[in-house]
């Protein structure tokens, strides 16, 4: 169905998600070709900006592809068939990292607390001692399905205390929850274009630490296109292993440098700020978060929707307003709504999703104070007196 032109859209997603006007102009210069010295010297530039925003010394592996390329590239460089690990999920994509280590042939220990739970560092310490062999660990930082940001800095030293490897997913998390690899120990960070960064799909990353690597390179075979040492050879030289996409690297080029001009702290406090405004929002409606969510959980808030109303219809409402929000997964379909708050958003558009959420509810009959959950989120933003604009 054909949105209506004079109805206006708002991408309010956590993946995709919106693209600032200057990164998309840069992205549609004339094509480059990717060996050619004018794209090499902006290719270069921005491999040498990424390791800022994961607080690494690392360089950053770049791939064609989605986030879950990128978290494939860690399961295809360090599972081994057979050899056991220890995968943590929480959520709809933690499972994604069961799902990769079994399709990599290893003896999968699963670690699976519940939906909307948070990973226990206790736990995960607990299952390193009983089974013997474990060298790799999986865990999310921000976990999109139930917008829980799990405390992967006690993770790390849990995992470190056992002399293994941890492997995070922060395809949702990086740029919008707080993390420091090389600070908090973290080997590997997999990540991706389209959250936080500001990019469309289809760029895939991988901020690999040398122990990660040489462990890698222990075991040749397995891989190909997702090669960590294959890659991260011809990056050293300024190359790329394999065709980049060429125009997301030139809109990478200018979304590092919009980062770079806020401060990565002050990213941070601003998606702290979002957080905050949606959580007074939903409850000024009368709505709880889902799930074990806290201060932590700066990349997506999601709502429980009433259970008077049939929640399924709650997203197809709101695209009728022209908001285009997540809805629930899996088991969670038409139970909460995900309003996101990662990359570029500002103040107005928690605001308007709330305003469609509240409009949304009313439609479908359950009784809200208009404008209630808009107010309480209002006050956050002015008892905090800033704008909280998106970057640049």
Known sequence: MTPNPFVKQYLMTAGPTPVPPAVSQAMAAPMLYHRAPAFVEIYERVLAKLPSVFRTQNPVLTFAGSGSGAMESAAANLVRPGAPVLACAAGKFGERWIDLCDAFGAETVRYEPGWGERLDP??????????????????????????????????????????????????????????????????????????????????????VSQRALDYANQRPGGRYFFDWGKTAKAQAKGNSAFTPPVPLFLGLDIALDMIEAEGMENVWARHDLLARATRAGAAGIGLDVYGDADERSTVVTAVELPESIDGGKVPGALRKLGITANGGQEQLKGKILRIAHCGYFGAFDILTSLSGLEMVLTQLGHDVELGAGVGAAQRVFVEAGVAAAPAG
């Open 122 to 207: 206790a736990e995960i310490d607990r299952l390193l001692g009983e089974h013997d062999g474990i060298e790799v660990v999986f865990a999310t930082l921000s976990e999109t399905s139930t917008g829980i940001v799990h405390d992967v800095a006690a993770i790390a030293e849990v995992a470190r205390s056992h002399d293994a490897l941890l492997v995070v997913d922060a395809v949702s998390g990086l740029g919008a929850a707080e993390l420091h690899q090389d600070d908090w120990g973290i080997d590997v960070v997999v990540s991706g274009s389209q959250k936080a960064l500001m990019l469309p799909p289809g760029l895939g990353f991988a901020s």
